[in-house]
C-alpha cells in the first residue's frame, strides 16, 4: 500500500491535537518532525512539576538515585521501599550522606522556598547521636517484646534505666507493641542509618552502586525504567528531563490544570512559560508569588478555578494574592480553619466559593452573617457559596434565623429566598449530598450540602 507523509500544515493540525506525552514521544524518536512539534503549541489537560518528578496527564517522569547493592549485603526495607519508588529523591555523597542542591540555581530554575534558609545536614555529630539513640531503644523495646512473649514480663520488671540514652519506659512499652518484624525492620534501618558515618571516619566505600533511575509510569501502573551512571547531580538530570519535555518551544504552553508545588526549586528550560486555567494545591505561596508569576503567562488571569489549602497560621495571605482573588471558582480545603474565615470571604470578589473542610464547625450565626452581607452588600448575580453540613439540625436553624431576621423571606421545606431588589434574590437552601450535582464538590463523609447564592428573578 502507498503511503505519503503529512504535509506541513496537515502535520501541524494533527500534532495540536496529540495527546502531549505521545507528541513528546514521537518528536524524540523522529528528529525530522522535532523541528515543527516545537512550533505547534503544547496542549496538556493535567501538569504536576516537582524537584524530581513531572507529570503529564496520565505519565509520571520519576528521577531518582537507586542503589544496588552487593550480593551479599543485607538491604533493609526502608532502602528497598526507596528503591521499589524509584530511588531517593536527592543526591548521595561518596559515603552515603544525603546532599541537598538547594543553594544551587541555573537559568530557568523557579526557586520556590527560602535561600537564605540553610539546608538541613544529615551528617552531624547531633543526627548521629539521635540515630544511635533511636537504635538502642528499637533494641531495648525488642527486648522487651521477647521478654514479654517469653514470661509475660511487663516493663516494670526491667532493671532501673542507668543509661540515659534509652528512652523512658512509656516510650519502650509504645515501641513494643509494634511486631517483632517490625522492630527488627526498624533496627536495620537505624543500623544502615549510622554507616555513612562509620565509611567517612575510615574513608570507606559503602557496598553499593549509585545509578540515576527515570521512571515512567502511566496510569498508575505500567512502568518504564532506564537507569544511567551516576556522572552528574540528580537535579541537572531533573534540569535535562525538563529540557527534553518542553525546552526549544516557540509557543506558551497550554495547560487546563496546574497543579501548584511548594517548598522546593523547579529546574526547567529557560523560557519556559504555561499558560493555565485552574490552579490547584496552592499552600502558602505568597513569599514565592513573584517566582510562580515568572512561569505563568499573564493571558492565564482571571484563572477558572483556584484551589487552596488555609488552616490556622498557613495560607492565610493567599487570599490577599491577586491570582486568588480574581479566580472565578475559590475551592478552600482545610481541617481547622482561621477563626473568622467566613467573615474573610465576604470582602473577596471571587463569583463562587466551595469550602471543604473537616473536624470543623461553623456556627449558626457566620453563615448567617455572611447570607445578610450578600444582600447588604449587594452582591451580583451569580455570587454562590457551597458548605458540606454534617448535621440537618444546623440548616434548619439557619433558615428559621433567616426567616425570622431578614425582610420579606419566603420559606419552603429547604429552602429561604430573600428579595434583594432590581430584581435579585438570594436563595439559602440545602439538599442531600449524593444529589448534589456540583462537580467540584466533593462530599468527604458529609450528608448535606448548603448554598447561598444570588440569582436573577424570571
Known sequence: MNTQPLRYQSLKVVLLYMEANVRIKISQRLPTISSTEKLVPL??????????????????????????????????????????????????????????SNKILEAGDVPLLDLNREPRRYDTDLVEENEKRSLRNYEAALALKNKSMNTEATVEELPENGNQD???????????????????????????????????????????????????TTKGTEKHIQRYKYTRSLYEAVKQLNAILFGGRQGVIQVRD???????????????????????????????????????DPSSFPLDKATIFAQIDIGVN???????????????????????????????????????????TVQIDEYFALARSCVNDKRPVGT???????????????????????????????????????????????????????????????????TIRVVRVR
Not at 77 to 94: A, F, H, I, R, W
Not at 259 to 287: A, Q, W, Y
Not at 320 to 338: D, N
Request: net charge positive; charged share 20%.
Open 43 to 100: 496542549r496538556i489537560r493535567n501538569l504536576s512539576l516537582n524537584s524530581t518528578d513531572t507529570s503529564i496527564n496520565d505519565t509520571k517522569y520519576f528521577l531518582g538515585v537507586y542503589r544496588v547493592f552487593q550480593p551479599d549485603e543485607i538491604v533493609p526495607k526502608s532502602v528497598q521501599d526507596k528503591n521499589d519508588s524509584g530511588g531517593v529523591p536527592y543526591d548521595l555523597d561518596q559515603y552515603g550522606f544525603q546532599v541537598s
Open 166 to 216: 534509652i528512652a523512658n519506659n512509656a516510650l519502650l512499652v509504645y515501641l513494643s507493641k509494634d511486631s517483632v518484624e517490625k522492630l527488627n525492620e526498624g533496627i536495620l534501618s537505624h543500623r544502615h542509618a549510622l554507616l555513612p558515618f562509620h565509611y567517612r571516619r575510615h574513608n570507606l566505600t559503602p557496598p553499593y552502586t549509585c545509578y540515576i533511575q527515570l521512571t515512567v
Open 258 to 296: 496546574f497543579k501548584m508545588p511548594c517548598f522546593t526549586i523547579l529546574r526547567l528550560p529557560v523560557g519556559f512559560k504555561i499558560r493555565i486555567k485552574c490552579m490547584d494545591n496552592v499552600i502558602e505561596i505568597s513569599s514565592q508569588y513573584n517566582a510562580i508569576l515568572s512561569m505563568i
Open 318 to 360: 493567599d487570599f490577599h494574592l491577586p491570582a486568588i482573588r480574581s479566580a472565578k471558582v475559590l475551592k478552600i480545603y482545610g481541617y481547622s480553619f482561621a477563626p473568622g474565615l467566613l467573615e474573610l470571604l465576604r470582602t473577596l470578589p471571587n463569583q463562587t466559593f466551595i469550602l471543604m473542610y473537616s473536624v470543623i
Open 384 to 450: 454562590c457559596y457551597l458548605f458540606p453540613i454534617q448535621k440537618e439540625e444546623t440548616v434548619k436553624e439557619l433558615l428559621k434565623w433567616i426567616k425570622t431576621r431578614m425582610e420579606n423571606p419566603k420559606r419552603t421545606k429547604r429552602c429561604v429566598t430573600v428579595c434583594m431588589g432590581h430584581s435579585n434574590r438570594l436563595e439559602i437552601y440545602y439538599v442531600p449530598a449524593k444529589t448534589h450535582s456540583n462537580p467540584e464538590f466533593d462530599c468527604l463523609g458529609y450528608e448535606w450540602v448548603l
